[in-house]
């Protein structure tokens, strides 16, 4: 059957005939906001390159995530920035640092909010590196693997005991999630669960994030392509899936996401377990510079970038425009 009989603009006519066929819904309970918690109270550091998003001592954490909870947000990741760093990153499982003294307020202030801590060495360590740097047999410096998975599974029992509900990696240290499982269990915690970044990629886009948690890499390697993947890769994306599902993940993660689409697309079909997807910092700050300069409407196409990667296949989309896009689909409804 085709033209003349079969004519697909019937269907778009109208706005309710178009959410009638409507095959990607988004709603504001999917999007997951990071925060970044700092010491002090009543600090609010904006972040230049990030219009809208600032560094916040925890009084102002829980007054964001109350304003995100009443816009329908259910979820937020917290990243800390410590005070004082060290070549070990020790300050990562500070239990009076600012994201277990941030978990605590939240989960006093809002119990049905879902507390999510990132697990990472890279905000804490002076290098700025996702674990401690060592000189490998050929002279190589390197972050050192085996020696950063006590390290990580350290500060993901610290979270989870200071009331996070999920404790996410995002250092692509081989072996990770199986050793913080394994810790989180010998602690009691096993009900906490594993969000894994089990796909992340080398990425430009994470540009000005490494502004926000002040983390880039200032010793050692210049990057972390000896740590993240290859962004030409995706038979590899499903090893790594694969991986972090043997060793217990709960839930897997593919980040960036704008140019990542056919990632998340290839490993929600390869798993049952949810799937997250990071709308990173880089792809936040085009969107705000170019509706800054009034060539893009930022309402329009913020919710269109939402859905294209709900449509791939995401279902937990972190944002930072987790709130603005909460109130435009209230706004819509
Ligand atoms: C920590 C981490 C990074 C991001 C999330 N967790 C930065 C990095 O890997 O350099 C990036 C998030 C963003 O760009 O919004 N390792």
Same mark, same amino acid.
């Given at each position: ?7 697909? @603009? ?10 009638l066929?409507?095959?990607t ?13 700092v ?12 219009? !809208? ?72 360590t ?8 060592e ?46 499982? @394994? ?20 990425? !430009? ?30 038979r590899?994306?499903r ?13 897997i993660?593919?980040?960036p ?45 913020g ?31």
């Amino acid at each position: 059957m085709s033209f003349p009989i079969d004519r697909p @603009r019937r269907l778009r006519r109208t706005e309710s005939l178009r959410t009638l066929v409507r095959e990607t819904h988004l709603k504001p309970s999917d999007f997951m906001l990071p925060l970044f918690a700092v010491s002090g109270r009543g600090v609010r550091r904006p972040i230049g390159s990030m219009p !809208g998003v600032a560094q916040l001592s925890v009084d102002l954490i829980v007054e964001e995530a109350r304003t995100a909870f009443k816009a329908g947000v259910r979820s937020l990741i917290l990243f800390g920035i410590p005070d004082k760093k060290d070549a070990e990153g020790t300050s990562a499982w500070d239990p009076n640092g600012p994201v277990c003294t941030g978990f605590k307020a939240l989960k006093d202030a809002l119990p049905e909010m879902v507390l999510v801590a990132d697990v990472c060495m890279c905000e804490y360590t002076d290098h700025g590196h996702c674990g401690p740097l060592e000189r490998d047999a050929r002279g190589h410096v390197a972050v050192a693997n085996d020696k950063t998975l006590p390290l990580l599974a350290k500060a993901a029992v610290a979270y989870a005991q200071a009331g996070a509900d999920i404790v996410a990696p995002s250092d692509m240290m081989d072996g990770r999630v199986a050793a913080i499982r @394994r810790a989180l269990d010998e602690h009691g915690l096993s009900e906490t669960a594993l969000l894994s970044y089990a796909v992340k990629y080398a990425s !430009g886009f994470y540009g000005p994030f490494r502004e926000a948690a002040d983390s880039a890499p200032r010793e050692g390697p210049k990057d972390r392509k000896a740590y993240q993947m290859d962004p030409a890769n995706v038979r590899e994306a499903r090893r790594e899936a694969l991986l972090d599902i043997a060793e217990g993940a709960d839930m897997i993660m593919v980040k960036p996401a704008l140019a990542y689409l056919d990632v998340i697309n290839e490993v929600k079909r390869l798993t049952d377990l949810p799937i997250a997807a990071y709308n990173v910092s880089g792809e936040y700050a085009m969107l705000k510079a170019a509706a800054q300069q009034g060539w893009i409407d930022e309402k329009r196409v913020g919710l269109e970038i939402l859905t294209g990667i709900k449509r791939a296949g995401a279902d937990i989309i972190l944002t930072y425009s987790a709130v603005d896009a909460a109130r435009w689909l209230q706004d819509q409804a």
